[in-house]
C-alpha cells in the first residue's frame, strides 16, 4: 500500500473514531442498568458534571469505563476505571494520598463517590 492509501486510511479511521464521541452534562444523560443513554441511546463520549468542573465520567457504547473527580482548583481528586478495585487518591496539589487520609483531608469530595457510583450503576 503506497503512502498516500495509508495517510488517507487513518484519516478515515480519525473521522469515524473524532465523530463518535462527544461531550455532554449529566443531566442529559439517564443511567440505566449501568448504562449511559442519552435520548434513549448508549452515548460515547465525556459526561461531565452539570457545572462543569466537579466530575467527569467517560463512556463508550453506554459503559461508563473511567470516573474523575476535581478539586476546586481544577486538580484530579480521584480517578477510578469502571471494573476495577483500584482508584487512586491525590491532595490539591497532585499529591497522591492514601484514602484515609484523602476522606479526612476531603470529607465533602469523597463523600461524592459513592453517590456517583450508585448512579452510574442507575441505583437513584
Not at 28 to 47: I, M, N, Q, R, Y
Not at 55 to 80: C, Q, W
Not at 110 to 116: N, R, T
Request: net charge negative; glycine share 10%; proline share 4%.
Amino acid at each position: 500500500m503506497n503512502r498516500l492509501g495509508i495517510l488517507s486510511g487513518a484519516m478515515a479511521l480519525l473521522f469515524v473514531i473524532s465523530c463518535g464521541e462527544s461531550k455532554t452534562n449529566v443531566s442529559g444523560v439517564e443511567f440505566s442498568d449501568g448504562k449511559a443513554l442519552v435520548a434513549g441511546k448508549p452515548f460515547t463520549g465525556e459526561v461531565w458534571s452539570d457545572d462543569g468542573s466537579t466530575y467527569r465520567m467517560d463512556a463508550a457504547e453506554g459503559e461508563i469505563v473511567s470516573l474523575t473527580l476535581y478539586h476546586p482548583n481544577g486538580n484530579i481528586a480521584f480517578s477510578k476505571p469502571a471494573h476495577t478495585d483500584s482508584a487512586l487518591f491525590y491532595d490539591e496539589q497532585g499529591t497522591r494520598l492514601p484514602l484515609d487520609s484523602f476522606a479526612t483531608r476531603y470529607e465533602e469530595l469523597a463523600k461524592e463517590i459513592p453517590q456517583l457510583l450508585k448512579r452510574i450503576k442507575g441505583d437513584h
